[in-house]
Nanobody, 120 residues
């Protein structure tokens, strides 16, 4: 499975961005998908995940109520809709596909990162 992320950019605090992650290859497999992020000087952290069916979603506490993670299986694409962005959301965002167990996404595949910068 190959994952192609896009949609990052520079936005002012309070603004919105939508990231996209398109999957290709073994897309017939029923992978959960999600997003992680890595800020400068910090480790990679979980942001959000969604089951293959789309019926179950999980969010990090830091983004609950601001981010959503819809997916379109017909287009093999998952999105990260980010609203009310804060400077602390600045990071490289990575999409991932893998297994989802009790709210924990274990990636089997990673996309390349896309930079999100939120100015104050």
């Amino acid at each position: 499975v190959q994952l192609q992320a896009s949609g990052g950019g520079l936005v002012q605090a309070g603004g919105s961005l939508r990231l996209s992650c398109a999957a290709s290859g073994r897309t017939s497999s029923r992978y959960a998908m999600g997003w992680f992020r890595q800020a400068p000087g910090k480790g990679r952290e979980f942001v959000a995940a969604i089951s293959w069916s789309g019926g179950t979603t999980y969010y990090a506490d830091s983004v609950k109520g601001r981010f959503t993670i819809p997916r379109d299986n017909a287009e093999n694409t998952v999105y990260l809709q980010m609203n009310s962005l804060k400077p602390e959301d600045t990071a490289v965002y990575y999409c991932a596909a893998g297994s989802l167990r009790v709210g924990v996404l274990t990636p089997a595949y990673w996309g390349q990162g896309t930079q999100v910068t939120v100015s104050s």
